[in-house]
């Protein structure tokens, strides 16, 4: 296998780059159209554990209340009282964030942001979706995992309900996603049926589509890659954690070394 190099992720803006942490450069292996992969580090503090890409190619973790910038000594969002704990961004740069135990959207270019919905008590997470709406997840107060579906059309309408535990979300196209709940891989579609895909040996703890349909899921041992016609194979070996792609570009954010890696051909 080629020599894994370390490059330089480029990100658009005014604040100055931090250091890069030292880690150990995961093993890596084939996947579908991406041979190789080449990993990128990013510094990021304070134990994160959500993370959303934007464009020009922006890495945000929502961290501290904040909405920090992956790889820079600066905020999109500085921290808050009123925390943000989680982010989600469109293709057209317009983000939707929780913070106080309610749904927000912030459109690309204005300065304010427009509250959209409470959300019933419980511990929620965002997925992007392509078209200015957001998979909202997580577990209610009840115990009970769901899924919400927020669309500018409907609003935001439940897509899934479970007594078993949600572990990512991720989206499959305009009003489409794949969940994992528990060890199963399921797929909402677009009219809001359930379709069961792949049972896995470990529950997932993150989930990412690839534009040829294949699908990268992370869980405890590292990144397995998941072809559309059903094959497998090991995309990352001892990386794991919540996923973003963009370009092919598959960005990983470790919560055991506090950093974003970010995984090319």
Same mark, same amino acid.
């Given at each position: ?10 990100v658009? @803006?005014?604040?100055? *780059?931090?250091? $890069?942490a /030292?880690? =150990?450069?995961? %093993?890596?292996?084939?996947? #579908?159209?991406?041979?190789q ?15 959303a890409l ?19 000594? @600066?905020?999109?969002? *500085?921290?808050? $009282?009123? /925390?943000i =704990?989680?982010? %989600?961004c469109?293709?057209? #740069?317009?983000l ?7 749904l ?19 511990t929620?997470?965002?997925?992007s ?35 078993r ?35 896995m ?12 349909g ?15 016609d059903?094959?497998t ?8 954690g919540?996923m973003?792609?963009?370009?092919l ?17």
């Amino acid at each position: 296998m080629q020599q894994l190099r370390t490059i330089a992720l480029i990100v658009l @803006g005014a604040c100055t *780059p931090s250091k $890069q942490a /030292p880690s =150990t450069t995961p %093993a890596t292996g084939p996947f #579908g159209v991406i041979a190789q992969m080449q990993v990128t580090q990013l510094s990021v503090p304070h134990g994160p554990r959500e993370l959303a890409l934007c464009p020009p190619g922006l890495v945000l973790v929502p961290v501290g209340g904040g909405i920090a910038l992956a790889g820079w000594d @600066g905020w999109l969002s *500085p921290p808050d $009282q009123t /925390p943000i =704990t989680s982010i %989600a961004c469109d293709a057209n #740069g317009d983000l939707t964030y929780l913070r106080a135990g309610a749904l927000w959207r912030r459109d690309h270019g204005d300065a304010q942001a427009t509250k959209l919905v409470e959300l019933p008590s419980g511990t929620w997470h965002l997925a992007s979706t392509a078209n200015r709406g957001a998979w909202i997840w997580g577990r209610a107060a009840s115990g009970t995992s769901v899924v919400f579906r927020l669309s500018p059309a409907r609003g935001v309408t439940r897509a899934l309900a479970t007594a078993r535990p949600i572990g990512a979300v991720a989206e499959a196209g305009i009003d489409a996603a794949i969940v994992a709940v528990d060890r199963t891989i399921v797929l909402i579609d677009a009219n809001g049926a359930i379709h069961p895909l792949r049972e896995m040996p470990r529950a997932p703890d993150g989930l990412a589509t690839l534009p040829d349909g294949g699908v990268v899921v992370s869980d405890a041992l590292g990144l397995t890659g998941i072809a559309s016609d059903g094959t497998t194979s090991v995309v990352a070996a001892g990386l794991h954690g919540p996923m973003a792609i963009s370009y092919l570009s598959l960005f990983v954010l470790s919560t055991e070394r506090d950093a974003v890696f970010r995984l090319a051909p």
